[in-house]
């Protein structure tokens, strides 16, 4: 039956009539439960995917819940690695690969959502989160049961004589708990003695407090469970996070590629190696001034002469990026490193650059200056009679499209920044967004003022690092140019050296003090495992005879994940102010309090 003209039925009215207020009071009851039921879904939805700030640790008292917690927590950082890292290639096929391959877009992004690599990186970080939360939470309950079992019979045991007027003292003494304590005493001596001279040679006043900035941020739920665990006797020791990190990443780390393994134990040990430092540093109120630029600039001493002089002791994608970075030719590179090893250089490679097809200006001769050309011909004409001159690329060849080598190495700042812009700017923008999106929605303007801001330091970080090396090279080779007898010998004697090369190459790190000084740490981080790398391989050419890897190298790559990866925890575990922010926050997203 339809309603009069004029007249609607409303949800009130039930069956032609009107409901009573109580009815309407319920329906209304049920609209609010609704909505605070889709936004408790919400809300669950979204700590799945992301852990806030302040997520107090789990207390567990049982094996099996230690069980289950791990398990929880390995299936959630395995799909929130997996999709991290197929999102990444999708954004990079959506951007890169479909202008250039049209008919193949849907096999692309299949290709990128379920990649082998993705399940990899996945299967890796679950099982590591899995295993390293099994065991934190384990060793506390074994060792508050150990200890209570210990206590109980050493109760029964003083309830059976022991320590009565008729034990002797030769028998006392050797009891083990006797020992213990002697033993003790003797570590304890050992370490004032150790200890004492380091706390003589520092000042009187005391170390600095440390900064709001530096103290890790602990909410009141927080710190009341790690009171309640501390109380039961289950609170957590450095030696029970360094042992899970150690077991957890020994067997994580399997999964990922072999062909990855050597650099995620670098980068690993490296940052375990970084927090140890802060933490100690912190304790001792020792500071170096200027550390990360000294490392990245011994950092880059070794790389940049690896890439110089020895490029087979670099990863061949690491020396294909410094190549295309340097906006030089590849064949003047190559002249340059058979004059310093070799004292002569093919004149070939001479010849590949006259006639314009040397990267990155392959196709085209009209980009090299008549004045280039004029002097790189007689370099050629010279070098077919036997005189190579000095043990350095001539700078003809170094920048054919530039006379002026001052000019060119300013344009080079210009040309490396564009180059890295987006690049840059995808490291800056991305991480204000994901780890700071109360600021950014509270302040949006300054947000993307500091990332650009960011955005244009990294680039021109990169560019004076080009300029500096590029401008080496052009010094040394006017300074030969000078008419004077002495200044010429002394250029080729120097140019014979390696230590030479070395250091005229860490000069290029000094590049860093054009970053901010909250990255340089990360930068120096992200360069000391490559250089480290790099010596020992030109180590084991050189001094050692083994020029290939050998079949058990997997075993040294696991322990060094393995290692580094138990520093790594036990510091974030007990003072996550040592980490960088980057790290910890990626450890929290990941494993969370506990």
Known sequence: MR????????????????????????????????????????????????????????????????????????????????????????????????RKFRRLRVTLLKHAIFSKEARRFGAMMGTFVCIYKIVLNALPILAHRFTEARNFRAKLHERSGYGTPGTSMEDEFDQPLFMRNKRGRWTESIRRLVLTPLALSRSSSPPPSPTRSQLPHLSDSTKTSLAIAKHSGLESKRWHAAFAGTLAAAVAVMFENPSQRSAIGQQVFVRGLQGVYNAWSHHTGYHVPFGSVVVFSLCCGQILYSFLLKPETLDPSYDAWIQSMSIAPAEALQMNRELVLDGKFDTKLLETILEGKSKPWKGDQSIITPNNRTGMLN????????????????????????????????????????????????????????????????????????????????????????????????????????????????????????????????????????????????????????????????FRDEYMGVKQRRRGAWKSEVALSAVGMGMVMSIYQTNPAALSGFVRRILYQFVGPN
Not at 63 to 90: F, K, N, P
């Open 379 to 538: 370099i050629l004409e010279r070098a077919r009679k036997g005189d190579f001159g000095p043990r350095i690329v001539p700078c003809h060849a170094l920048h054919p499209h530039h006379d002026r080598c001052v000019p060119n190495a300013l344009i080079k700042i210009a040309e490396v920044a564009q180059l890295l812009l987006p690049v840059y700017g995808a490291l800056h923008f991305i991480p204000a967004l994901l780890f700071k999106r109360k600021a950014a929605l509270r302040h949006p303007l300054r947000t993307l003022w500091k990332a650009l801001l960011g955005t244009v330091r990294s680039s021109t970080f990169i560019g004076v690092f080009v300029f500096i090396l590029q401008s080496w090279f052009c010094l040394i080779t006017n300074a030969h140019n000078i008419k004077s007898p002495w200044m010429a010998d002394w250029i080729r004697h120097l140019t014979k050296s390696k230590l030479f090369w070395w250091f005229g190459s860490s000069l290029s790190g000094l590049s860093l003090l054009v970053e901010d000084k909250h990255r340089r740490e990360e930068l120096a981080a992200y360069v000391l495992p490559k250089a480290g790398l790099s010596a020992w391989l030109h």
């Open 3 to 98: 309603p009069p003209v004029g007249q609607s039925r409303l949800s009130g009215d039930v069956g032609g009539e009107r409901a009573s207020p109580f009815q309407n009071y319920n329906s209304f009851q049920n609209l609010v439960s609704l909505a605070n039921a889709n936004e408790r879904l919400l809300e669950s939805t979204k700590k799945l995917v992301w852990r806030d700030v302040g997520d107090p640790p789990a207390l567990l008292y049982t094996l099996t819940q230690c069980l289950e917690h791990g398990t929880l927590g390995g299936l959630r950082a395995a799909i929130i690695a997996y999709g991290i890292r197929s999102g990444i290639s999708v954004f990079l096929v959506i951007f890169g690969a479909f």
